[in-house]
């Protein structure tokens, strides 16, 4: 069941200015903007288990924007791993309260890139194309294709307990397996690959890695028709990627937060992992996406574990990437009411009542 546990209710003056990316709608302006920020908590189906660490429900912070009319919603995930927690992201979105002028550009100004700042901009991009009567997509100008296909998360676990898992899911056209950085690795892929032999295999390290262990199993990984191996190292000590082979194309994840990181995986990694809660939400990922792909970088669109309300925006990103790994409310006991839809490992496009 999901609880709420704390809630902010921020009523202020403000000239919200809605500023579509098509010039063909007219700016549209209101005085009275209220946000409202809450915790809820949502059980898994099972322990989901990677490196460092296991969990067994997701915590998101959901913002709710009205301007007396209409309702905008976002999610966010704080993330440990950013030193992020709900009271942080609560009390970032607060800050907002004093804002005027509160538009989705200004606002990449006023937070840092994070679950507060995506949240508070998914709820933005809600509430604009609820007031125009348009989808999402038709305000960003970008296409939306009816259906895409996503990979589904294996948890790290023993080569024999992710073999059942994989099996468990061997028609899905697409498996993601966490690793752990161990002597297990290549024996949990070795498993799953018996158990799905037409099953597509990403990987992921989740920083676990170390120079010695990638050398050992790259070769062995490519054998196993593995495409793609995402964040092997730190990504304070990912510079050894420019001295070592590629014979998978490497992804980075926690390498690549947003546009500004992109001069940095140059000759390191062939991919990025562009995630909302990294970038700060959509605005910034279209802005990611697009300069990614003119600097040479093929795209993975990623997720936490979250609800739809968290992969209703992402999913705008696919038309523009190779890989997609937007799985997170399938691993939840329940979703939201109108949840994106999913099929056979393939997502639907999000309706008009859950968002955008």
Same mark, same amino acid.
Not at 74 to 77: K, R
Not at 341 to 345: E, F, K, L, M, T
């Given at each position: 069941m999901t609880k709420s546990r704390r809630c902010h209710v921020l009523p202020y003056l403000s000239a919200f200015d809605f500023r579509? &990316? &098509?010039?063909?709608?007219p700016s549209v302006r209101t005085s009275f903007?209220? @946000? +409202?920020?809450? +915790?809820e908590i949502w059980p898994l189906k099972a322990t989901v288990s990677d490196f460092p660490g296991s969990r067994t429900e997701a915590r998101v912070v959901v913002v709710t924007v009205s301007d007396g009319k209409e309702i905008g919603r976002? +999610?966010? @995930?704080p993330l440990a791993r950013y030193n992020q927690t709900t009271a942080s992201v609560l009390a970032q979105i607060e800050s907002m309260a004093g804002e005027k002028n509160l538009n989705r550009q200004g606002l990449q100004d006023l937070l840092p890139p994070g679950a507060a700042r995506n949240a508070l901009d998914c709820a933005l991009w809600d509430l604009e194309a609820k007031a125009f009567g348009k989808r999402a997509w038709e305000l960003a100008n970008i296409p @939306?294709?009816?259906e895409v296909e996503t990979s589904f998360t294996i948890s790290l676990d023993t080569p024999e307990k992710m073999s059942a898992a994989a099996k468990a899911n061997a028609k899905l056209p697409i498996l993601? !397996?966490?690793? =752990? =950085? #161990? #002597? !297990? #690795? !290549?024996s949990r892929v070795q498993a799953v690959r018996e158990t799905a032999p037409a099953a597509r295999l990403l990987i992921d390290a989740n920083e676990s890695w170390s120079p010695s262990h990638y050398r050992e199993i790259v070769s062995a990984l490519k054998e196993l028709r593995v495409e793609l191996i995402e964040q092997p190292f730190s990504a304070d000590a990912d510079e050894v990627l420019e001295s070592l082979d590629h014979p998978i194309p490497v992804c980075a994840d926690e390498s690549c937060h947003t546009t500004a990181d992109l001069p940095r995986l140059t000759n390191r990694y062939e991919v990025s992992n562009v995630k909302l809660d990294k970038t700060g939400g959509l605005t910034e990922a279209l802005r990611l996406c697009e300069r990614a792909r003119e600097s040479g970088f093929k795209l993975l669109i990623g997720c936490m574990v979250c609800t739809s309300l968290g992969i209703a925006p992402a999913r705008l990103l696919p038309s523009l990437t190779t890989w997609i790994d937007l799985d997170g409310p399938l691993l939840l006991a329940r979703d939201r009411d109108h949840p994106v839809?999913?099929?056979?490992?393939k997502i639907g496009v999000p309706s008009r009542e859950l968002w955008g």
């Open positions: 579509p &990316s &098509s010039p063909s709608f903007l209220s @946000i +409202e920020a809450k +915790e976002g +999610e966010g @995930i @939306i294709v009816s993601k !397996l966490k690793l =752990g =950085g #161990d #002597d !297990l #690795d !290549l839809p999913y099929a056979n490992g």
